[in-house]
């Protein structure tokens, strides 16, 4: 294993870098001083920049138009997206446009593919299941019916929903040939759907999604085995470089801070109480980082362990879920009232922080899950 960064992955980074040095993270209304959303749509001229800069395709091949990266740069350019709290689906329609190149058939690739390289059709994943606790795959059932599949349930909490042109999602099938599971790519104004909005903790707009016997034709539907649990790994590993960049942020602005507020005559920062907490958060940060690399390497070279890959996926997710929450509460609590200010944008971080746990799921479920990987697959 090499955490070097090659040369293609880091001009992603950089080109990531100057299209976000322009987003204000304060711009965007706080959720509490709004009825509803913060806004209807995502960032549309970020979007459109992300796709002139070739961001939106670096995971698509150069016969689709893309760059032919990894996850490994995708992860680089998420956590520079994190940074600035950017209103995009970067994470979901790169993960959905990567599973189809990775697992769907020729036509699908074709017709879809180029377009989504471009921005001009914008992809999302429905990953949380019915209620947010359960499999997503077991949400929605799926059964062939001639030259289609016919699809119904639900699925909750479905990220930048009425942003985008389709939703890629996990459904449940009878059939041994799948794997027990297909992957549909499902279009938000399609026959039989159904959208329902939530709103989640970053005041963005969710949406519930129905499905009442939707018809989608066999070529939107992925058949092959193994893709749902590929693309619900690609999704957790570039949440939790999100989590990285953001934590990053917040703990910048924490130390901006405490070097200029001053108490008895001194920086905060030159309190040994305040230098050990803001330690122990980039101990945080550094866990988190050595873990995320670990399974965007696992991912991005299929290289094979004494475990699968999602065991290092759980150990991402446990320091991630843990970490970003331990940032973000160390900053307010150094920030004092000002970081619940609503003119200031550390509040707005947090509530971001708190989707992304919520997102990522409780840890202690991650260390289960690892253990029961580890009684199946022993290391000695």
Known sequence: MDFTFTEEQQAAAEAAKGVFAGVAPDAVPSPALTAGAVADDIDRALWTRLAE????????????????????????????????LARVPLLEHSAAAATVQAHAGRELKSALLPRAGRGESVLTV?????????????????RRDGDAWVLDGMQTAVPWAYAADAVLLPAHTSDDRTGGSVLALVPRDHEGVVLAEQIST???????????SARIPARDVIEA????????????????????????????????????????????????AVAVQAADRYVDLRAMEATLWQAAWRISSGAQGALPAAGDVAVAKIWAAEGVRRVVQTAQHLHGGFGADTDYPLHRYHAWAKHLELSLGPAAAHE?????????HPLG
């Open 53 to 84: 800069a070739d961001l939106l395709s670096l995971l698509l091949a150069e016969e689709f138009g893309g760059a032919g990266l990894d996850p490994i740069a995708l992860c680089l350019v998420l956590c520079e997206s994190a940074q600035v």
């Open 126 to 142: 429905a990953a949380h299941g019915r209620t947010g606790h359960d499999p997503a795959e077991l949400a929605v059932t799926a």
């Open 202 to 212: 970053t005041g963005e707009r969710l949406g519930e999604l129905r499905l009442e």
């Open 225 to 272: 085995d193994g893709a749902w649990e590929w693309l619900r790994e690609l999704l957790a590993t570039g949440t939790c470089a999100l989590a990285l960049g953001l934590g990053s942020r917040v703990l910048r602005m924490t130390s901006d801070y405490a070097s200029k507020r001053e108490q008895f005559g001194h920086p905060i920062a030159t309190f040994q």
């Open 368 to 376: 289960e899950a690892l253990g029961d990987l580890l009684a199946a």
